[in-house]
């Protein structure tokens, strides 16, 4: 509970001394020393000289993270590819996958990709020493979750992945720790990770061939008692309206999103994608559509 408010404190404000992390967290100086002794050994954060001060003695020594301290591995999976990276503490890339997913292909099909792409970084030699500290590895996947257990509950357009125990599969498999996590949580985080510093809350909106949405409060992502809070796809921008596949009507990913764009604009021509349907915004009836959509994501915007 104290560690992580001085991770984050490291992470946005480095090189920052002690004193300043005692007095921006409101701990006392020795628990503040205690908790950066044990960052120190765990080897996430390294000491470094500070700017000198005006005045006498030596200059300040400051805390900042260690890029090499700690390493993850990330899968997200979308509708229709499957994506993975390795990253340090640092959010440096250093290694890249990326896959095809058929419709339809079953999936352990696809956890059965996401192993083979772990082993070969775990098997390569010049990923030895991020392996050595590597933390874990985690997996994005579209909404609704049981966060309880880490698994994907009636999945709107992955009815293969329904219950599928993803976390004991890939644990087994591959032999490291396992988070899965709200595809737009995941990348709510990943906006985080990158903001400046005042930029502590704010809600993030995928928008897509779906629409999802992820809440940082704090820097700390908001998954409310079901892990999905944020999940504006499914608020109600038209009461009667298309279809969902969440079982609603009307809802915002059902009206809004590039997949209804699709579906609406082949009214009025032979449209495939949303880039098809967006660089034909100079007829009248695709423009209304567009502005249309554009007003209902601004509207569930909002009043979220």
């Not at 357009?157 to 899965?180: C, H, N, Q, T, Y």
């Amino acid at each position: 509970r104290h560690e992580r408010p001085v991770f984050h404190e490291i992470r946005c404000n480095a090189p920052i001394s002690r004193v300043q992390l005692a007095e921006r967290t409101g701990l006392s100086a020795q628990s503040t020393g205690t908790i950066v002794r044990s960052l120190l050994d765990m080897g996430l954060v390294e000491e470094r000289e500070m700017a000198r001060r005006k005045g006498p003695g030596a200059p300040a020594t400051g805390i900042q993270l260690r890029p090499d301290g700690a390493f993850a591995l990330g899968f997200g999976l979308e509708r229709d590819s499957l994506s993975g990276v390795l990253v340090d503490l640092a959010g440096n890339k250093h290694w890249q996958y990326r896959r095809r997913v058929e419709p339809g292909e079953p999936a352990m099909v696809t956890l059965e990709s996401v192993v083979s792409a772990v082993r070969s970084v775990l098997g390569d030699r010049s990923f030895r020493s991020a392996c050595d500290r590597l933390s874990g590895l985690g997996i994005a996947v579209p909404g609704p979750i049981n966060l309880a257990d880490g698994t994907i509950v009636g999945p709107p357009d992955f009815p293969s992945w329904e219950k599928v125990p993803i976390v004991s599969f890939l644990e087994a498999a591959v032999g490291v720790p396992v988070l899965v996590d709200n595809a737009a949580t995941a990348a709510a985080l990943g906006v985080e990770w990158h903001m400046p510093p005042a930029h502590d809350s704010f809600l993030y909106c995928y928008w897509g061939l779906g629409i999802g949405g992820g809440l940082v409060l704090g820097r700390e992502a908001y998954r409310g008692s079901t892990g999905n809070a944020g999940e504006i796809g499914h608020i109600v921008v038209n009461d009667g309206g298309h279809a969902c596949a969440c079982g609603g009507r009307g809802c915002l990913e059902a009206e809004a999103s590039a997949a209804a764009l699709v579906r609406d604009a082949r009214k009025y021509g032979d449209f495939a994608t949303i880039g098809s349907v967006a660089a034909a915004s100079d007829i009248p009836a695709i423009r209304r559509l567009l502005e249309r959509a554009a007003k209902r994501v601004a509207a569930a915007l909002v009043s979220a």
